[in-house]
């Protein structure tokens, strides 16, 4: 190695210790100014924070005249591009949660907090605000010198822009959340023309006032204390989990880059203890104390220390996804080949099975069949039991179906009441009364089961049929 | 109590027990004494505006004029007016018209639940199933009638029909005759039911006339079910020998339909029309 290049580098450190000098146990008394650094975990981030976009642009989507995905509490009805769920299939939602739910625990366990450090809009937000900060404020040092400087007019102007940019993103963020559930056009109509409802109003203003506080000032100290997410995901990481990790076995001893030191005689490890790894933290945690509470996986910290590797011309991936496991030489087998990696596999699978088969076999017409109790059965005149029961007719489809009904079971089964087709109306339960009589000969028991079914056909003549079983109840004999 | 403070410097209110045992002046902490001066604050505001302090024999009852009746009030007058719509329509409509009218019958049949309860259902079940001694609503079988209009005379003028008691006119033997051709189901059979003039009142078919309310002998359904231990043959006998309303035999059937054109308006009797015809049996 040259000595001129020796030189080179000393200098670079130099900086690097520099920056970094300020640096205390984050107990939350201080803000956090990580020094934001580029590379290649920097990019992903970037990538993942872009996820967010959808939450912005998706309730801008049409399906035809309709908002592309649009949660319609009010009128109980969920559309979702060509679907409409209706209440009666939520049971797929528990599975949509059993899905994320897995997920969420299958991510844990392989490769750590992935959605703490990527996708979290708590982690997404504080990223976009402290990159307005930065923008505005300049570097860490920078901002620690105007956070201490007396309030003067640029200082004012710097962090009333600064505040006014939050504002403006906390208030956006509330108005996406409320499109999901409104027409989004119609809710920046209602903004501009000063008719919003209360409801909107409350939403947006407590959501501008959340993401303020959260990302503005908050920030880490959520994942800390507030968020119980954060703590969940952290019993679900152990050895096998690939986390950010400190390579203590080529980075210990750490010391200090000496000047004019050969490469050769060096007795210290890969750690120039330049503490970038601190600097760039955007939780203010020391990754070399091993996985921690406070670690978000966000693996900033292995961009900033495979730089300084790469400065020093020495090897990089001090700091990598590792688990504890394979860095103290238990497991070699790679992720694809361990058996839990299966396991979850395959429950992750049977969920999306179970979502899939209900949305495809979502029935267009339902019927439920409530039967009268008081009286339980009728004598009529000509010695036939009759019962009477009360049909609801649910009609999932978006245009109103004559149904007609029909009812099988005991010899003689006649219906009263519905000769004429059920007017079904789309997106309601419409009712019908009707009576059932049977011959007193053929009641042999006092309570049996008889089947209703409902037909109908849609305009394009597709038939739907929907059953449901009842009671047919008769005297005791 | 000690004269002289041995804890110097600290903010202890000068109250000592047991040498180390001390009270100290720790005020609590600001936030909580904000929110108790803004709870008296309140408290102040809210017994100048609402009702709060009693008086000797009243209260204050505060410049805004609340009261809780008034807000009960306004509850009913909400609920009165979504109605208004439709009793408004109902007051201008026969019970005929109303029963055609599908949403206008929908809303009479849910609205007139509490009419029902309030009147019909002690005799006549909540359901309208009828209980020993009244007859049943559910069915088809009707004394007077189950067009819409007969069941709205019935209800407005009441009903009281009358069977003479045959006991002391017919002979045991006779009574045992008729009364098991009636539980056969054919009245007509038995040739008693023409000598003894039972076709007067019950029809020459035994079917009954409703202009009389005379009871339909030849169907599965009694005016009165045998009780007890009774079988229905003895039931039937005993209707024949005692009669029903019949002033000069005291052990007669009592069966009195009350007049309710007195006691309710004539909305009130439409809709009732229209739920008994709507139980099962309007014909």
Redesign the interface.
């Known amino acids: 190695m040259s000595d001129n290049r020796q030189t080179k580098q000393d200098v670079a450190v130099d900086e690097l210790y520099a920056e970094a000098a300020h640096w205390e146990l984050n107990t939350g008394q201080e803000t956090i100014h990580a020094k934001r650094i580029s590379g290649k975990w920097r990019s992903y981030k970037w990538f993942s924070n872009a996820f967010w976009l959808l939450f912005f642009l998706g309730p801008l989507l049409r399906w035809g005249d309709r908002q592309a995905v649009l949660f319609d509490i009010p009128s109980r009805q969920f559309h979702i591009l060509g679907i409409t769920i209706l209440p009666q299939d939520f049971w797929m939602l528990s599975l949509l949660l059993l899905f994320f739910a897995i997920l969420l625990a299958v991510v844990t366990a392989l490769v750590g907090r992935v959605w703490c450090g990527f996708f979290c809009f708590q982690t997404v937000w504080t990223d976009i605000y402290t990159w307005i900060e930065e923008k505005l404020e300049g570097s860490p040092p920078k901002r620690r010198k105007l956070e201490k400087a007396p309030l003067n007019f640029t200082k004012f102007r710097i962090k009333a822009v600064k505040h006014f940019l939050w504002l403006v993103i906390g208030f956006l963020t509330g108005m996406a959340f409320v499109s999901w559930f409104v027409d989004a056009y119609a809710l920046w109509m209602g903004l501009f023309n000063f008719t919003l409802g209360s409801t909107a109003i409350i939403t947006i203003g407590l959501f501008t006032a959340g993401t303020y506080g959260l990302a503005g000032f908050l920030r880490e100290q959520t994942c800390f204390w507030l968020c119980p997410y954060a703590r969940i995901q952290g019993v679900m990481v152990d050895n096998t989990t690939a986390v950010p990790t400190y390579d203590f076995y080529r980075g210990e001893p750490r010391g200090r880059v000496k000047k004019g030191q050969k490469e050769e005689d060096r007795k210290t490890g890969d750690c120039v203890d330049c503490n970038q790894c601190l600097a760039v933290c955007p939780t203010g945690v020391d990754i070399r104390h091993g996985q921690q509470e406070g670690c978000i996986t966000c693996a900033l910290c292995i961009d900033a220390c495979d730089a300084v590797m790469v400065k020093l011309n020495r090897p990089t991936g001090l700091i990598r996804y590792e688990s504890l496991d394979v860095l103290n030489a238990k497991e070699s087998r790679p992720l694809l080949k361990r058996t839990r990696v299966w396991i979850y596999t395959f429950v992750l699978t049977l969920a999306l099975a179970g979502i899939a088969y209900g949305l495809s076999t979502l029935d267009a017409i339902e019927i439920k069949v409530i039967h009268?109790?008081?009286?339980l059965f009728?004598?009529?005149?000509?010695?036939s039991i009759?019962n009477?029961y009360t049909v609801k007719v649910l009609n999932k489809m978006t245009a109103d179906m004559d149904v007609q009904l029909s009812v099988s079971g005991p010899q003689g089964v006649r219906m009263v009441g519905a000769d004429e087709p059920v007017t079904s109306r789309h997106g309601k339960v419409t009712p019908r009364?009707l009576?059932v009589r049977v011959p007193?000969e053929y009641v042999l028991e006092e309570s049996r089961p008889i089947v209703f079914r409902a037909e109908g056909r849609d305009a394009q003549g597709q038939l739907f049929i929907s059953e449901r079983e009842s009671v047919f109840f008769g005297p005791r004999r | 109590m000690a004269d002289k403070n041995p804890f110097p410097g600290e903010n202890n209110t000068g109250h000592f027990w047991d040498d180390n045992l001390r009270e100290l002046a720790n005020p609590p902490p600001r936030w909580w004494m904000i929110g108790f001066y803004v709870s008296i604050l309140w408290v102040l505001v809210y017994s100048v505006l609402y009702p709060t302090w009693p008086t000797l024999e009243s209260f204050t009852k505060g410049v805004l004029g609340w009261t809780q009746i008034g807000e009960y009030q306004k509850g009913v007058d909400e609920v009165e007016a979504v109605r208004a719509e439709f009793e408004q329509k109902i007051a201008g409509m026969t019970a005929k018209e109303i029963l055609a009218d599908e949403g206008l019958s929908a809303y009479t049949e849910a609205s007139a639940k509490v009419l029902f309860g309030d009147n019909c259902a002690a005799c006549h079940g909540g359901g309208g199933q009828g209980g020993p001694g009244y007859p049943a609503l559910v069915d088809d079988d009707w004394l007077w009638g189950g067009s819409i209009e007969s069941i709205e005379q019935t209800i407005t003028l009441g009903r009281k029909g009358i069977m003479t008691a045959h006991g002391k006119i017919l002979k045991p033997e006779e009574v045992n005759g008729l009364a098991q051709a009636i539980v056969d189901g054919k009245p007509a059979s038995s040739p008693l039911f023409l000598q003894k003039g039972c076709i007067a009142c019950h029809g020459m078919d035994g079917k009954g006339l409703t202009v009389l309310g005379s009871a339909n002998l030849t169907d599965a359904i009694y005016r009165f079910n045998p009780e007890g231990d009774e079988t229905l043959l003895d039931s039937v006998k005993y209707t024949i020998m005692y009669g029903v309303n019949d002033a000069s035999e005291p052990k007669s059937r009592q069966a009195e339909m009350p007049k309710f054109g007195d006691r309710l308006s004539k909305d009130d009797i439409k809709k009732l029309s229209v739920v008994v015809f709507k139980l099962g049996g309007g014909q």
């Open positions: 009268a109790r008081q009286p009728v004598l009529q005149s000509d010695g009759q009477k009364t009576f007193r």
